[in-house]
């Protein structure tokens, strides 16, 4: 083949087919993005609106749970209004810290208390409690002491526990005043 135009023309002609070649793909290109665009459109207004209702879904969550802490502190203040209610109520009673405290006080190494027993009476406390003393005499030398403390009275030992010389079982019964 020969090319009879002029090296001019022939260079015009190359710049013109560059220039619509670069302009078609331009549009080709501009094209693609409008169609790709276009074709996001429904996935965005679907994305859109599953967004909106797991929002709507998370606060209605939160609100129950919020209903539910609600609920949740009235029962806390209902019990404690109850227990306030049962203090108020029992607010003159000894506390069992105290009786104890006082009788282990007077508990000595030779005696092994392995039961208490409280009861409210009118005026005080009814205590009985039941153990093992090493020796007869370690049994009695401890129910003087209890007896010697004006904060108990009728302490009681039956005759029939002094029986035994050594490791005596015994069970008292006795009252403690509300001092």
Do not use: C, W
Not at 73 to 85: G, P, W
């Amino acid at each position: 083949m020969v090319n009879v135009l002029p090296p001019k023309h022939t260079r015009m002609m190359t710049v013109r087919y560059y220039t619509r070649l670069a302009t078609l793909l331009f549009f080709i290109l501009a094209g693609s993005f409008l169609v790709g665009g276009a074709l996001l459109i429904p996935s965005y207004i679907a994305s859109s609106a599953q967004a909106d209702s797991f929002e709507q879904y998370r606060d209605a969550l939160a609100g129950s749970i919020g209903l539910k802490e609600r609920g949740q502190t009235e029962s806390t203040v209902l019990a404690l209004a109850e227990r306030l209610r049962i203090v108020k109520e029992h607010h003159e009673l000894v506390r069992v810290v105290d009786v104890l405290e006082t009788l282990f006080a007077k508990q000595s190494s030779t005696i092994l208390i392995d039961a208490v027993s409280l009861s409210r009476t009118e005026g005080g406390v009814t205590i009985k409690i039941a153990g093992v003393a090493d020796t007869r005499a370690a049994l009695i030398a401890f129910v003087d002491v209890v007896r010697a403390d004006t904060a108990f009275s009728n302490v009681a030992l039956p005759v029939a526990q002094l029986v035994i010389e050594k490791d005596v079982p015994f069970s008292l019964g006795m009252e403690y005043r509300i001092p």
